[in-house]
């Protein structure tokens, strides 16, 4: 297994380790809890998802604003809408469609960390605990898929669990 690197959120370090050691950092004590309400989702303007690195430091995907698959949420950028081009599609004029754009913001960087998980997995054919990566994708795509229906944008969101099944039929 090719263990990579990511830069952890809260320090800034760049460190060695894989998807799981990356969501760990960024999720911090939510592994306490058994389920997550997205309607009391609150993120902070400054926590990211944390950046993954190649094997020579330098961040995967850092021409995300080259690539027009990747788009500005808000003041988010998408690091990982190359996977679905039905969300790249959904979010490219998402301020003319909802009224809360922070609350698009949230979603769009909860869809690219349910991509990354996706594009970890087919990419690098992920050895780890195959329930972890499962429950972490069903998880995701449930806080996605409540803030869609608090956008009234649920129908739209319906590409959502098409990821989780890639990622389930990848692991099997």
């Not at 190649?54 to 990982?80: A, F, H, W």
Request: proline letters at 5%.
């Amino acid at each position: 297994m090719n263990k990579g690197y990511y830069k952890d959120p809260k320090t800034g370090e760049i460190k060695p380790g894989d998807f799981e050691d990356a969501w760990r950092s960024f999720v911090d004590d939510s592994k306490d809890q058994e389920y997550y309400d997205a309607e009391e989702a609150q993120l902070d303007d400054e926590e990211e998802f944390p950046v993954p690195y190649d094997d020579e430091g330098r961040p995967l995907g850092e021409n995300e604003e080259n690539d027009p698959q990747e788009i500005k949420v808000g003041s988010y950028q998408t690091k990982y809408f190359d996977v679905c081009p039905g969300a790249s599609t959904l979010y490219s004029n998402i301020e003319e469609k909802v009224e809360d754009i922070e609350m698009a913001e949230r979603a769009a960087k909860l869809q690219d960390a349910l991509f990354f998980l996706e594009k970890h997995i087919l990419e690098d054919k992920e050895t780890g605990d195959p329930e972890g990566y499962i429950t972490t994708a069903e998880n995701l795509a449930d806080q996605i898929m409540a803030m869609a229906k608090m956008m009234g944008l649920e129908k739209e969101h319906n590409y959502i669990q098409g990821h989780v099944d890639i990622i389930k039929k990848a692991l099997k």
